[in-house]
């Protein structure tokens, strides 16, 4: 019966025995997400990186698609839990995983803020203040600047405790 079953490379061999794999044209799902890697000069670029390293995901029937020929494959190091009975994956956890990689990719492809733009406290001892935002620096903060006793102030916080207010 085809399903998934978790596949252990070798290590950083992911992409390879993905690749391999896909010309035994067997269907396989390495699960990535995003991070942003920022330099010491302030810049920001995006990278993808492997969820979970060394591991890879491939659809296969055992009584088709010899057990073997996967274990043979460059990149592959062994079937997990593949001993006298093969361990399927749930289908269930596949999906809740492509899911939640969309949901991940969406929110990366969101727009950046922008000097100017209202945002609101989402965390921390503002939490539901509303602020201006007013620049992003290179070191995993930004600067926005609230009304608070009467006063203007200026204020470092982390991106991850303000959200954009949509007018």
Known sequence: MKAWY?????????????????????????????????????????SESVLFPNYLFVLFDPEVTSVRSIHATRGVSRIVGCSEQMTPIDDA???????????????????????????????????????????????????????FMGQQKQLDVEPSSIVRICA
Do not use: H, W
């Not at 699960?31 to 942003?36: C, I, L, S």
């Open 6 to 46: 978790l596949i252990y490379c070798k290590p950083r061999n992911e992409v390879r025995a993905q690749q391999n794999l896909s010309m035994q044209n067997l269907e396989t799902y390495l699960p990535k997400y995003r991070k942003q890697v920022k330099s010491s000069g302030g810049t920001v670029s995006v």
């Open 93 to 147: 956890l596949i999906r809740a995983l492509k899911r939640k990689e969309l949901q991940v990719e969406k929110l990366a492809s969101e727009r950046p803020l922008v000097a100017g733009e209202r945002v609101k406290f989402c965390a921390g001892p503002f939490s539901d203040l509303e602020a201006i935002f007013l620049e992003s620096d290179g070191n995993k903060r930004c600067q926005v600047l609230f009304e």
